[in-house]
């Protein structure tokens, strides 16, 4: 059986398990003790000194980093394949991936800061929550461009590239309230995406 | 032809350039104009709107990011081969070069600025430079248990493993001084992969 280490709320984590439920994968999901309290131990914290979700482990192979257990879930279990084929739309929906990984995701970050860490209030927190809606505009213009007139960001069928966006627009959503505008490609991909068995499991 | 935009020093263009000569695909590297001075403009900027190198044009395609990027070189041009076979080794080479993308490089990237911006002076750079030589005498250990036995961190053969780890241990070794002791299977690996055509030309 695999273990995912997980946290429900992580989109790192969703990545993995809506590709491990696209794919038939049974797996354990788990959540490490003392994680974010700074006292995790065990086998989680020996596969991953960095003590993050998600982990997976794998018999006797340990993985860490949500990019690498992609990978790893793609060469491990290859059917059905999450990559496109050829070699620039994969590298296509990687750069989309690294995209939500490292910015889309660090404003749905920023606001669960103020929202509810409480680090800006007032004045200060409107200003804040108006710049990230200002700055997630933007990227659901950029992700729109992405998506262009395909079904999927993966081509014709749904893929790594839609696995990829659709935990950070989910948290975006329905966590911080900043959704695409009604009636946009974006609206109608995250429609789709969503009615998606994996997908509508993992974002329960 | 392809482009690289790079940067000499950078140990992530180098990652690419160690790639590109092993398989052997000629390519033209070019110096973005503006890099670091915040004016850099053009196909580079269009490619990579953080403006970061290694950003690689093949034609057509524009990839950012130097793990994306191994990843298009190894699916564009699949021989000679530069992942291992298997997934978990896969996996395995796949977290080093994480780990020395995003732990041991922030060691030397610290260094530089203290020796190169002067950002600490006196006693303080003294105590940041002892315990910068302390953590990387902790990831030297680290590598040596990863390469346990094996000639080279991918196995058998030079490969993703053993580019992902020379340019940056190059830099701690050429640039900041911090070596791996003499004798010791780090030290033996570093002679083996700096004799390398493909490493030697690239880090020069």
Request: net charge negative; aromatic share 10%.
């Amino acid at each position: 059986m695999v273990t995912l280490y997980e946290h429900p709320l992580s989109p790192y984590a969703q990545k993995v398990k809506i590709a491990l439920r696209e794919k038939g994968v049974a797996f354990e999901a788990a959540l490490p003790g003392g994680l974010g309290a700074g006292d995790a131990a065990g086998e989680f914290v020996a596969a991953n000194p960095r003590a993050e979700v998600p982990v997976l482990i794998d018999g006797g192979t340990a993985v860490f980093d949500s990019t690498i257990i992609l990978e790893y879930v793609e060469d491990r279990w290859p059917a059905p394949a999450l990559l496109p084929a050829g070699a620039a739309d994969r590298a296509r929906v990687r750069m989309i991936e690294e995209v939500m990984d490292t910015h889309f995701e660090a404003v749905n970050w920023g606001l669960g800061e103020i929202g509810w860490f409480r680090r800006a209030e007032g004045e200060l927190a409107a200003r804040l929550v108006a710049a990230a809606a200002r700055q997630t505009r933007g990227f659901f213009a950029w992700l729109e461009r992405q998506l262009g007139d395909r079904a999927w960001f993966n081509g014709e069928e749904f893929g790594w590239g839609d696995l990829a966006v659709a935990p950070f627009v989910g948290t975006s959503v329905r966590v911080v309230g900043n959704a695409p505008a009604e009636g946009c490609a974006m609206a109608a991909w995250l429609e789709r995406a969503s009615a998606r068995p994996a997908v509508a499991t993992t974002l329960a």
